[in-house]
Structure formats: C-alpha cells, structure tokens
C-alpha cells in the first residue's frame, strides 16, 4: 500500500512539473531567438561579441528585477497613493538603468548599433506579441 501511495504522490509530481518544463522550454527557445535576431542586427566582431554579451546579460537581469517589481506593485491591492509613487519611482529606475547600461554598452558597441540593440528588442517584443495574439 505504501509502495502504490508513493508511486502516486510521484506521478503526481512529475505530472505538476510537466507545465513547468514545458514552460521553461518555451522561455529558452524565445531566449535563443532573441539572441539570434540580436546577434544577426548587430553584426559584433569577435572582440565586441563577449564584452557586450557580458554587459547585456547583466543589463537584462537587473532591468527583469525592476519590471517583475513594477508587475508586482500594480497588483497590489494596498494602499493607492503609496502605489502611484512606487511606480513611478521604479519606472525611474529603469531609466537610470538605461542610461547606465548605455554608457557601458558604448564603450564596447557604436552608437549606431546601440540604436540598433533598441530597435531589435522593440522589434523582437512586437513580433513575440504579435504571435502570443488569439488567432495567430
């Protein structure tokens, strides 16, 4: 009985976790061809494809903190008015991250393929949304 039980509460698990693999793949494929329409945009030489790749990671993950905090505050139910200021505050600090990131990314990369590296991520974010779109 306890062997039939365990096996339950293990099937049970490994059919939880399926949505979430799945989803993780779904992620890294999107991740993969972020990188890919980046890399073809840009046209890095070998010397700048580390250094910005570097830049750009650490760039991505800070800028994901910040609107995962963004996401979380607006639906918050809390207080309105400390809400409106916390949202403004964390939309600053996504422009201070641009600005930062810019001056570094510009001591690896032109100005022209920074405008580029902007370009490609509000292309790529369109295309994506436009795919995620009922009916396509």
């Known amino acids: 009985m306890k062997k039939v039980l365990l096996a339950v509460v293990c099937c049970f698990s490994l059919l939880l976790s399926l949505p979430a693999a799945a989803q ?71 422009v201070d991250l641009e600005k930062e990131y810019n001056g570094r990314f510009l001591k690896v990369i032109s100005p022209q393929q920074l405008q580029e590296l902007h370009n490609t991520e509000r292309t790529f974010n369109k295309m994506l949304l436009d795919r995620l779109k009922p009916g396509n």
């Open 24 to 94: 993780n793949q779904d992620r890294q494929k999107i991740e993969s061809a972020k990188i890919g329409l980046i890399t073809n945009r840009l046209n890095l030489t070998p010397d700048q494809a580390p250094q910005f790749w570097a830049i750009y990671n650490e760039y991505s993950d800070r800028r994901k903190d910040v609107t995962r905090k963004l996401r979380q505050n607006n639906r918050s139910t809390s207080n309105a008015m400390d809400d409106l200021e916390e949202s403004v505050e964390l939309k600053q600090k996504l």
